[in-house]
């Protein structure tokens, strides 16, 4: 399958019911910058004048999902339809993460009562990986990049006989994501735009089929250089670009799924980019003004949205460098995660 149909996101809702925390929505009231780091052409931040944490944006706050992001959903979804088919091998789910979707995988796993291998980069954040183990998975750390933690991963399905799940290139686990846009709609019926953080696109993928269907923009946020969706937008397929941001541990795809390029092929969906600077002031000023702490990946999502200017615009695309809300659009952010060390804060 390359693209998802709405349908799949029904179905997946169905399944997965009762089995992950149905999204809370919070609106977002206006608050000031923080006053340190000074606000630069290429550091977000909220001004008086033009908050984009104001009264018209809303917070989806994903992160209180069980594992700490969305990716509990898609997990869920897979596990649970391969059990159902009678698909679901005695070697158990084996997968490559950066982490959120090892420890999602692993956590339907364990519900499920079936064994789960996770494969992850050696710099995967050590709370990620005390928890992996924690819910009880064999984790094996290979490499420094997703890619070659991906690789170990095949070879271990070949030796095994392992279902292998996917971190976002499985429509299983897209459509799984997608369910997060349906409770969304249930609680802002009304809502113009949808923003949402991509690595690989699976988010993407599910939440703007599911946007896309119900006549809602989205907005797709991308670090500057980590930003495999946009640059497949460029080139009209998935391509390979470098990995160096500072949500490279969550978004650090060095390919977009076919599925996130097929749903982005419409005119409700807007790509942006954003530099590292912005995305550690918007999880600063997330901190600082609502208390809330997120994962870089989930702060991404709040620094494509403001008005002072980002670090460039989608290729040929005639997209922004940043997503300026109108005066009476309601816009919810999507804070997909929060698996972070709260050091850095």
């Not at 750390?141 to 030796?159: N, P, Q, T, Y």
């Not at 290729?315 to 060390?341: I, Q, R, W």
Request: hydrophobic residues 45%; aromatic residues 6%.
């Amino acid at each position: 399958m390359t693209q998802l149909s709405y349908p799949d996101i029904e179905a997946a809702a169905t399944r997965i019911s009762g089995r992950v925390r149905p999204v809370t929505v919070a609106s977002a009231q206006p608050g000031q910058a923080p006053a340190a780091p000074t606000p630069t052409a290429a550091t977000w931040s909220a001004s008086p004048a033009h908050d984009p944490a104001g009264s018209g944006v809303h917070f989806a706050l994903e992160f209180m999902q069980y594992t700490g992001s969305f990716k509990a959903r898609g997990a869920q979804n897979f596990i649970q339809t391969h059990l159902a088919e009678g698909t679901f091998p005695e070697a158990g789910v084996t997968i490559a993460s950066g982490g959120n979707a090892g420890l999602a995988c692993a956590w339907a796993a364990r519900d499920a009562g079936v064994p789960a291998t996770v494969f992850l980069p050696t710099n995967a954040p050590a709370v990620k990986v005390e928890r992996l183990r924690g819910y009880g998975a064999q984790v094996r750390l290979i490499g420094s990049e997703f890619a070659e933690a991906a690789l170990a991963c095949e070879e271990f399905v070949k030796a095994s006989g392992a279902l292998a799940s996917h971190a976002y290139d499985n429509p299983l686990i897209a459509a799984g994501a997608g369910t997060l846009m349906t409770e969304i709609l249930s609680q802002i019926p009304d809502l113009d735009t949808i923003v949402v953080s991509a690595g690989g696109g699976g988010l993407f993928a599910g939440v703007a089929t599911a946007a896309t269907f119900h006549g809602v923009r989205t907005v797709v946020v991308e670090p500057a250089n980590c930003r495999a969706l946009n640059a497949a937008l460029a080139a009209g397929e998935p391509v390979d670009v470098p990995v160096d941001s500072v949500a490279a541990d969550s978004l650090g795809a060095r390919r977009a799924t076919s599925l996130a390029v097929a749903a982005a092929q419409s005119d409700l969906v807007t790509s942006v980019f954003v530099a590292d600077e912005q995305i550690i002031s918007a999880r600063q000023h997330l901190w600082s003004e609502h208390r809330l702490a997120v994962e870089h990946a989930a702060a991404t999502a709040l620094a494509g949205i403001h008005g002072s200017g980002g670090s460039g615009s989608s290729s040929g695309s005639g997209s922004p460098a940043s997503y300026v809300p109108g005066p009476d659009e309601k816009v919810c952010v999507v804070l997909c995660g929060a698996n972070t060390s709260l050091g850095d804060l």
